[in-house]
């Protein structure tokens, strides 16, 4: 390296990058020349931000024409471009430990010009360059080290083993598994795939040492907590693989927790949890499916763990195979279905309790596929909840019932107020009143036939904003109605705090038959606080004439089911039924 700097302060450097020049003899800088380009080194200088400003002729051998000029190669996004992904820490942390040393260097792959990586050996010096007043600036040099006999048992140890944890990687973790299944056949295995949740939110607050060496502390863990002969290796990024020989599911189990626990306790007191998705490996079937089929079912059962669930492993079935399988086929297919109209409104009817005319209805939305039939918003709602696609669909229901309501209007009937479902998403991150406003001018639609249904659980979030959306909803004519009430954590006392119209009493109450009459207590003080407090009640779920005398009795305003009826599509229904018969 101190032969490069040699070179570098002598080089001629005249430049798009400020027009410098260091004069040298034309011999001397041939010479130079010469040498390093015959040894096949790729010399190269960097500014003070790792912007490229200088690059030789052995560039082009293995990168080709791609451009160099002026890119930031310490940039995660660039780098990952062209560094082996399973490389992209060590080569990455190269930058960091120049800053401090003033040298370093590390073996790496990197993608060359005909696709395929290769070994390199990545070297980097500081050095402060006269021309810019002593400023510092780094030169590096790039060999190709595939070949050199000296450097096989490095590049083999690459080839079997994680750079940055020392684990197997997964194709010296795929020999090992083999062999042990094949000499052990009767055994039983497991293999248990984890990772450490927002681990990226670390390398972002911290730095990529930090994530380095909580990385490097949770492949010590696992070396430590696992059987002897478990076979541990890091897949990439973030995520572990464990093969291990079980007896009974306590032993796995007993592993998780001891992982998960160590983890959350770590040296750098960083808070962190981990999930983890497990398959277990009983028949002769099971053993003798590929390594990375395994290893695939249990990051499929990983995948089932909800935000913010209590648990923190799953273990692989069929049923999530499936389930992963339908959610990556409704995603593919949302966007067509929306511009297709493949999503049908349905009106559910809301009826007074007291004297049986027709109060509202709910807009509900239920997808009727070309070929599958109709798909339940079971199925798909959780899907568009989590990939932000819920808001078109909010949108596009909202847009539907206001044209129904726009005909009734034109017809000369007065509309029974439509409620609309508003998610979660939309409420915090969408521009909810803006799109509200100008779907009720766009159809001249008064703001007391559109009504908006808010579930309980939105209320465990950021309760100012959601208290200011709906007070300034309330201040446009909106009426807000709380669904879903009693389906999760709620409180009756939480009623006195929420800016709500009306409380809708969640169905699970009337289907709860082996509680049937602590439920009807519970209902009972619901509906006689929620009156108190000045709300409307609405119970959801009646599917009896026993659920209606009950209701009666204490005093709920309005119902909801079967018993009156079923949901129906949106465009089936005659203004005058809807006005004059409850019960269609």
Same mark, same amino acid.
């Given at each position: 390296?101190?032969?490069?700097?040699?070179?570098?302060?002598?080089?001629?450097?005249?430049?798009?990058?400020?027009?410098?020049?260091?004069?040298?003899?034309?011999?001397?800088?041939?010479?130079?020349?010469?040498?390093?380009?015959?040894?096949?080194?790729?010399?190269?200088?960097?500014?003070?931000?790792?912007?490229?400003?200088?690059?030789?002729?052995?560039?082009?051998?293995?990168?080709?024409?791609?451009?160099?000029?002026?890119?930031?190669?310490?940039?995660?996004?660039?780098?990952?471009?062209?560094?082996?992904?399973?490389?992209?820490?060590?080569?990455?942390?190269?930058?960091?430990?120049?800053?401090?040393?003033?040298?370093?260097?590390?073996?790496?792959?990197?993608?060359?010009?005909?696709?395929?990586?290769?070994?390199?050996?990545?070297?980097?010096?500081?050095?402060?360059?006269?021309?810019?007043?002593?400023?510092?600036?780094?030169?590096?040099?790039?060999?190709?080290?595939?070949?050199?006999?000296?450097?096989?048992?490095?590049?083999?140890?690459?080839?079997?083993?994680?750079?940055?944890?020392?684990?197997?990687?997964?194709?010296?973790?795929?020999?090992?598994?083999?062999?042990?299944?094949?000499?052990?056949?009767?055994?039983?295995?497991?293999?248990?795939?984890?990772?450490?949740?927002?681990?990226?939110?670390?390398?972002?607050?911290?730095?990529?040492?930090?994530?380095?060496?909580?990385?490097?502390?949770?492949?010590?863990?696992?070396?430590?907590?696992?059987?002897?002969?478990?076979?541990?290796?890091?897949?990439?990024?973030?995520?572990?693989?464990?093969?291990?020989?079980?007896?009974?599911?306590?032993?796995?189990?007993?592993?998780?927790?001891?992982?998960?626990?160590?983890?959350?306790?770590?040296?750098?007191?960083?808070?962190?949890?981990?999930?983890?998705?497990?398959?277990?490996?009983?028949?002769?079937?099971?053993?003798?499916?590929?390594?990375?089929?395994?290893?695939?079912?249990?990051?499929?059962?990983?995948?089932?763990?909800?935000?913010?669930?209590?648990?923190?492993?799953?273990?692989?079935?069929?049923?999530?195979?499936?389930?992963?399988?339908?959610?990556?086929?409704?995603?593919?297919?949302?966007?067509?279905?929306?511009?297709?109209?493949?999503?049908?409104?349905?009106?559910?009817?809301?009826?007074?309790?007291?004297?049986?005319?027709?109060?509202?209805?709910?807009?509900?939305?239920?997808?009727?596929?070309?070929?599958?039939?109709?798909?339940?918003?079971?199925?798909?709602?959780?899907?568009?909840?989590?990939?932000?696609?819920?808001?078109?669909?909010?949108?596009?229901?909202?847009?539907?019932?206001?044209?129904?309501?726009?005909?009734?209007?034109?017809?000369?009937?007065?509309?029974?107020?439509?409620?609309?479902?508003?998610?979660?998403?939309?409420?915090?991150?969408?521009?909810?009143?803006?799109?509200?406003?100008?779907?009720?001018?766009?159809?001249?639609?008064?703001?007391?036939?559109?009504?908006?249904?808010?579930?309980?659980?939105?209320?465990?979030?950021?309760?100012?904003?959601?208290?200011?959306?709906?007070?300034? %909803?309330?201040?446009?004519?909106?009426? !807000?109605?709380?669904?879903? =009430?009693? #389906?999760?954590?709620?409180? /009756?006392?939480? *009623? $006195?705090?929420?800016?709500?119209?009306?409380?809708?009493?969640?169905?699970?109450?009337?289907?709860?038959?082996?509680?049937?009459?602590?439920?009807?207590?519970?209902?009972?003080?619901?509906?006689?606080?929620?009156?108190?407090?000045?709300?409307?009640?609405?119970?959801?779920?009646?599917?009896?004439?026993?659920?209606?005398?009950? %209701?009666?009795?204490?005093?709920?305003? !309005?119902?909801?089911?079967? =018993?009156? #009826?079923?949901?129906?599509? /949106?465009?089936? *229904? $005659?203004?005058?039924?809807?006005?004059?018969?409850?019960?269609?």
């Amino acid at each position: 390296m101190n032969v490069l700097v040699g070179y570098f302060m002598r080089k001629k450097s005249e430049s798009t990058f400020g027009g410098m020049c260091v004069t040298t003899t034309g011999i001397l800088e041939s010479i130079y020349d010469t040498i390093i380009v015959q040894a096949d080194i790729f010399t190269f200088e960097l500014d003070s931000e790792n912007h490229m400003v200088f690059a030789n002729s052995v560039y082009e051998k293995y990168f080709g024409n791609q451009k160099w000029e002026n890119v930031n190669i310490s940039d995660y996004g660039v780098a990952s471009k062209f560094i082996h992904p399973e490389d992209l820490a060590v080569y990455l942390s190269l930058f960091g430990e120049t800053e401090k040393q003033g040298m370093n260097s590390v073996i790496c792959r990197i993608l060359c010009e005909d696709k395929i990586y290769r070994w390199f050996r990545v070297s980097i010096c500081n050095y402060a360059d006269e021309r810019l007043g002593n400023l510092t600036r780094k030169i590096g040099m790039i060999q190709d080290v595939n070949n050199e006999l000296s450097a096989f048992k490095q590049i083999k140890d690459y080839e079997e083993y994680d750079s940055l944890t020392g684990l197997y990687n997964d194709e010296k973790a795929d020999k090992e598994i083999k062999t042990i299944i094949r000499s052990n056949p009767d055994s039983k295995y497991c293999i248990i795939v984890l990772d450490i949740n927002k681990f990226k939110v670390v390398n972002e607050v911290y730095d990529t040492k930090t994530g380095n060496s909580i990385l490097k502390y949770t492949a010590s863990v696992l070396k430590k907590v696992t059987p002897k002969m478990a076979v541990c290796s890091r897949m990439y990024a973030d995520t572990f693989s464990i093969f291990m020989k079980y007896k009974k599911k306590e032993d796995i189990i007993k592993v998780i927790d001891k992982i998960y626990d160590r983890v959350h306790n770590n040296p750098k007191e960083i808070s962190l949890t981990t999930s983890f998705g497990v398959f277990v490996a009983e028949s002769s079937e099971d053993k003798a499916l590929p390594i990375g089929l395994m290893r695939e079912r249990a990051l499929i059962a990983k995948r089932t763990i909800k935000k913010g669930a209590l648990t923190y492993y799953a273990f692989f079935s069929d049923k999530f195979r499936n389930d992963i399988i339908m959610e990556q086929e409704i995603e593919s297919e949302m966007h067509r279905a929306l511009a297709e109209g493949q999503f049908v409104v349905y009106l559910q009817p809301k009826v007074n309790l007291s004297d049986g005319e027709l109060k509202g209805a709910e807009a509900l939305v239920r997808w009727q596929h070309p070929e599958k039939g109709l798909i339940t918003p079971d199925s798909f709602i959780p899907v568009f909840e989590s990939n932000g696609f819920i808001i078109k669909l909010d949108e596009y229901v909202c847009c539907e019932v206001c044209k129904l309501l726009r005909k009734w209007l034109d017809a000369g009937v007065e509309p029974v107020p439509v409620s609309v479902n508003l998610s979660r998403l939309h409420i915090y991150s969408g521009d909810v009143i803006g799109y509200l406003i100008g779907i009720i001018k766009k159809y001249k639609i008064p703001p007391q036939y559109l009504r908006l249904e808010v579930t309980e659980t939105i209320f465990l979030g950021d309760t100012d904003k959601l208290n200011n959306v709906l007070t300034e %909803l309330h201040s446009l004519g909106f009426k !807000v109605e709380m669904d879903d =009430f009693g #389906s999760g954590y709620s409180s /009756l006392n939480m *009623l $006195k705090n929420v800016p709500v119209d009306t409380v809708k009493i969640d169905k699970e109450f009337f289907a709860d038959e082996a509680n049937k009459d602590k439920s009807k207590i519970v209902m009972t003080h619901t509906i006689s606080m929620a009156k108190d407090l000045q709300m409307e009640v609405i119970a959801e779920g009646i599917e009896t004439e026993e659920h209606v005398e009950f %209701l009666k009795n204490s005093k709920c305003d !309005v119902g909801q089911g079967f =018993f009156f #009826s079923r949901p129906m599509p /949106l465009m089936s *229904l $005659k203004a005058n039924l809807l006005k004059y018969n409850c019960y269609f």
